[in-house]
């Protein structure tokens, strides 16, 4: 059996596990979110608790099984409390402005780069180098957060550019520590 796909998912107060078949519905306060379950793996609620079995012991439905018990938790987490990403900003000139529910990004461009929140995304702008990512979809919180960082990724010279909070950039040595090896 698979240790992740065999332990049960609690379900906290305020969250309605439905079940259709191979559709799975999981409501909370702060949205509501949808999963498709390939035949050989069954869900079912049992005393407060959603549990994942499945039908054999082939190895694609071992592997599915732990996914399938995974994506259902992160499910529940999101429908409770939400996702958030946090990316920071570095570089002279580099800043991020709201503009709605769009932010504008100015990093280097002739202009400034208009960012559309994917749907059930918040964006938020925290100072001006700072941009927070929520929602309750932790798949799509993780897109929309490296969809941006794409947009101006870390100078491994510099540093300069979108990075995740917290994220270390090993910075290369440049030409002057290049000529000074040979010398």
């Given at each position: 059996m698979s240790r992740i796909g065999r332990m049960p998912i609690v379900i906290p107060k305020g969250v309605q596990v439905t079940i259709n078949g191979a559709q799975v519905t999981i409501k909370g306060p702060k949205g509501e979110l949808f999963h498709s379950v390939i035949p050989r793996i069954t869900v079912a609620v049992k005393e407060g608790h959603v549990i994942v079995a499945r039908a054999d012991d082939e190895r694609p439905t071992r592997a599915l099984h732990g996914l399938?018990?995974?994506?259902?938790?992160?499910?529940?987490?999101?429908?409770?409390?939400?996702?958030?990403?946090?990316?920071?900003?570095?570089?002279?000139?580099?800043?991020?402005?709201?503009?709605?529910?769009?932010?504008?990004?100015?990093?280097?461009?002739?202009?400034?780069?208009e960012v559309a929140p994917l749907p059930g995304i918040t964006l938020a702008a925290e100072g001006t180098n700072r941009i927070i990512i929520s929602g309750v979809d932790k798949q799509l919180v993780g897109q929309m957060a490296a969809k941006i960082r794409s947009m101006r990724p870390p100078d491994p010279y510099k540093g300069k550019g979108i990075r995740y909070v917290g994220e270390r950039i090993k910075l290369k040595a440049g030409k002057a520590a290049a000529g000074k090896a040979k010398a």
């Open positions: 399938t018990r995974a994506l259902l938790n992160n499910m529940v987490v999101g429908v409770t409390q939400g996702y958030q990403k946090a990316l920071e900003i570095v570089g002279v000139g580099y800043r991020v402005q709201p503009s709605g529910k769009h932010l504008a990004l100015n990093v280097g461009f002739t202009h400034p780069v």
